[in-house]
């Protein structure tokens, strides 16, 4: 049996000279003994093991890309650069952004960093007038637990979708029963109705967009990512914000809603309650605490 | 070394592009640099569609931070390394928030047999299976080792470690890579 030391010594140096690499240190150097192996079975089947696990390693490391992904990634590419070279950091304008504020959020890394996921805002209308009927269908669509047909998505109790525009902005939904129908989701308008159930939503990406989301009297806006709506038409709705701030506007007036509150509300938009609400307890969510931001 | 220079040196010119408004920049960095970066997250996550994913991020992010990005001052390939690395890890820790943690393989009960070898051909699907119980701090650096084809100096650099420190990681990655494998 060889020594446990000669055989690290040479284990850590054939890793190296494996690499390309020369042994770190002189003292390393002089520990090595290349012969080592020829006197120490365990060593000799280290190293022809290294080069067996190299070798899947490699071949998938020089496979192109998949065709699809491939056109995916490009298709970023054609969305365009959101910074021009011309462009200052502080200034610089998303492309996509229809408000100056967001260009501003996005031109603060650090900022979009910290909170992690980024800005959403959910606009929920009293009227649809104006709205294109014209269905606009997310560029990629990942089901577990759910189905869409016909632009109507419909979530069970363990099911996600994950929905994707062309340039790969996703949008997470789960923590049904519940169902929305999409009267489109590309890059530069995203327009949901949540038709009855609860559903929690997140952007995947660091860069989402606003979007408008219907569900009966009330006009919603909020800021943040992760936010949950349990939608009754006929009765109490629910709504809870687990990160960033959320502005209801009801038929009765405005009501700001910071992260860990939940608001009760009618049907007509009378507001029923506003309590705290505790996503760290609540399974759907499985925050941890860095992840809630209040981003005012 | 020549290479990775003349790597360098394309990305450089294709981020140069992307920042002066063609899409074609960042068309060609996702065939310069595409292939291996997927491999990279598909081996640090095991799992083909959240690799995906990572790595469709990673290029939205370049997209929107490549005016910040000065060639002058520190590698292009290095900076987008660093952001596919960052991605990784963002999934990595979305996962474990979500539940959906990858399985990983028991570590060994019992030693195996220290001069046996790994006679079987062995099939990818299997390496990333037992990648998924390498500690992650050990798994990054080689995998950009292994994937990526970076330095052990250029590891060093990304992830805030010594070459020392880095060698001895790789080893120990290996190490643990090849018991998890044979059990």
């Known amino acids: 049996m060889s020594d446990p030391a000669a055989c690290q010594a040479f284990r850590l140096a054939l890793s190296a000279e494996f690499d390309g690499e020369v042994p770190a240190t002189a003292g390393a150097a002089a520990a090595y003994d290349p012969a080592h192996d020829t006197k120490c079975p365990a060593c000799r089947a280290f190293r022809h093991d290294l080069e067996r696990l190299r070798r899947p390693l490699r071949e998938a490391r020089d496979q192109p890309l998949p065709g699809p992904l491939r056109e995916r990634l490009r298709q970023v590419a054609v969305a365009g650069p959101r910074r021009r070279s011309h462009d200052s950091p502080q200034t610089a304008p998303l492309d996509h952004a229809p408000g100056g504020w967001l260009a501003a959020l996005a031109a603060r890394p650090l900022l979009m960093a910290g909170t992690g996921v980024g800005l959403l805002i959910v606009l929920l209308f009293l009227a649809v007038h104006g709205r294109s009927d014209r269905p606009m269908a997310p560029a990629s669509v990942h089901l577990r637990q759910a189905t869409l047909a016909h632009g109507v998505l419909t979530i069970d109790t363990d099911g996600e979708a994950i929905l994707s525009t062309a340039a790969g902005r996703s949008l997470r939904l789960w923590g049904g029963p519940g169902q929305i129908t999409i009267a489109a989701f590309t890059d530069t308008e995203v327009d949901l109705r949540q038709d009855r159930g609860r559903l929690c939503a997140r952007w995947s990406s660091r860069s989402p967009i606003p979007f408008r989301l219907q569900a009966g009297l009330c006009h919603i806006e909020v800021r943040g990512t992760v936010w949950r709506l349990a939608f009754d038409p006929g009765n109490e709705s629910i709504l809870e914000v687990a990160e960033g701030q959320v502005l209801l506007v009801t038929p009765t007036g405005r009501h700001d809603v910071p992260a860990l509150r939940r608001v009760r509300f009618s049907s007509d938009g009378a507001m029923i309650a506003s309590e705290a609400f505790n996503p760290f307890a609540d399974p759907q969510f499985q925050l941890s605490p860095d992840q809630v931001v209040v981003d005012h | ?183």
């Not at chain 2, 960095?29 to 990279?40: E, H, I, K, N, S």
């Not at chain 2, 005016?67 to 987008?80: D, K, L, Y």
């Not at chain 2, 028991?106 to 990818?124: G, V």
Request: with cysteine.
């Open chain 2, 1 to 183: 070394m020549e290479t990775t220079d003349k790597l360098e040196q394309e990305a450089q010119d294709a981020l140069r592009h992307l920042r002066q408004g063609d899409p074609q920049g960042l068309a060609r960095l996702v065939d310069l640099l595409g292939p291996r970066l997927l491999a990279f997250l598909q081996r640090l996550l095991g799992q083909a569609s959240d690799a995906e994913d990572a790595l469709q991020e990673t290029f939205a992010t370049l997209c929107a931070k490549a005016g910040q990005q000065n060639p002058e001052v520190g590698s292009v390939t290095g900076w987008i390394y660093r952001i596919a690395r960052n991605q990784g890890l963002q999934m990595l820790r979305r996962r474990q928030a979500e539940g959906r943690a990858l399985a990983t393989p028991p570590p060994c009960s019992e030693p195996a047999d220290p001069e046996a070898i790994i006679e079987q051909h062995l099939q990818l699907e299997e390496i990333d299976r037992a990648l998924q119980a390498v500690p992650i701090d050990l798994r990054v650096p080689f995998l950009m080792r292994e994937c990526l084809d970076l330095s052990y100096a250029q590891i060093a650099h990304l992830t805030d470690r010594s070459v020392n420190q880095v060698a001895s990681d790789i080893l120990r990655a290996r190490q643990l890579l090849r018991e998890y494998v044979r059990s």
